[in-house]
T-cell receptor, first 113, second 117 residues
Framework: KNQVEQSPQSLIILEGKNCTLQ??????????LRWYKQDTGRGPVSLTI?????NTKSNGRYTATLDADTKQSSLHITASQLSDSASYIC????????????FGAGTRLAVHP | EAGVAQSPRYKIIEKRQSVAFWCNPI?????LYWYQQILGQGPKLLIQ????????DSQLPKDRFSAERLKGVDSTLKIQPAKLEDSAVYLC???????????????FGEGSRLTVL
């Protein structure tokens, strides 16, 4: 069964600290993996999209890594800011034919001053 | 570039009533999605359109939910009659097909929050 699991479910960190969010998936065959940021009461916004051949991708203070062999991805946030408080959703797309997107449940991050 | 527009942002109804949500995708985006997001969970696909044709509606509760995308542009999602468990945020997203079966980047609207009492 195609699944995407994220950990931790929630996380609290202090402003200025770094953190890493995890995503494990069982989607096969694999096409790409996406990370989205969803502020409270807003729609998700894309942070990164990585294909099979990419093992790291950055977007400002956000760096995503992908290990297609172990089917794991991580999202590292550097020097966190209060505005980083949001849910971070990992989404995996299969390949071949109609590529359904499989969503994780998200990690809820709270950055405290 | 204008984003995905959704309305209404908030709706409160009683169970067994009906409700409709509207979505206008980004201009030129042929693919339109409706997702249901229950509090604390990731979005769940309800229906996907390619132009005005349905690609996937396997998780749409067809006894109460319906959706249409006439003319291949904007779309409406209707719930009739609503149940308590339909309380959720209904997200619309659109994408520009990349070809080769690749799903392009999704752009989401702000969502419509439904509360069923």
């Amino acid at each position: 069964k195609n699944q995407v699991e994220q950990s931790p479910q929630s996380l609290i960190i202090l402003e200025g600290k770094n953190c890493t969010l995890q995503c494990n998936y069982t989607v096969s065959p694999f096409s790409n993996l996406r990370w989205y940021k969803q502020d409270t009461g807003r729609g998700p916004v894309s942070l990164t999209i990585m294909t099979f051949s990419e093992n790291t991708k950055s977007n400002g203070r956000y760096t995503a890594t992908l290990d297609a062999d172990t089917k794991q991805s991580s999202l590292h946030i550097t020097a966190s800011q209060l505005s980083d408080s949001a849910s971070y959703i990992c989404v995996v797309s299969g390949s071949g034919g109609y590529n359904k997107l499989i969503f994780g449940a998200g990690t809820r991050l709270a950055v405290h001053p | 570039e204008a984003g995905v527009a959704q309305s209404p942002r908030y709706k409160i109804i009683e169970k067994r009533q009906s409700v409709a949500f509207w979505c206008n995708p980004i201009s030129g985006h042929a693919t339109l999605y409706w997702y249901q997001q229950i509090l604390g969970q990731g979005p769940k696909l309800l229906i996907q359109f390619q132009n005005n044709g349905v690609v996937d509606d396997s998780q749409l509760p067809k006894d109460r939910f319906s959706a249409e995308r006439l003319k291949g542009v904007d779309s409406t999602l209707k719930i009739q009659p609503a149940k308590l468990e339909d309380s959720a945020v209904y997200l619309c997203a659109s994408s520009f097909p990349r070809g080769g079966g690749y799903t392009g980047e999704l752009f989401f609207g702000e969502g419509s929050r439904l509360t069923v009492l």
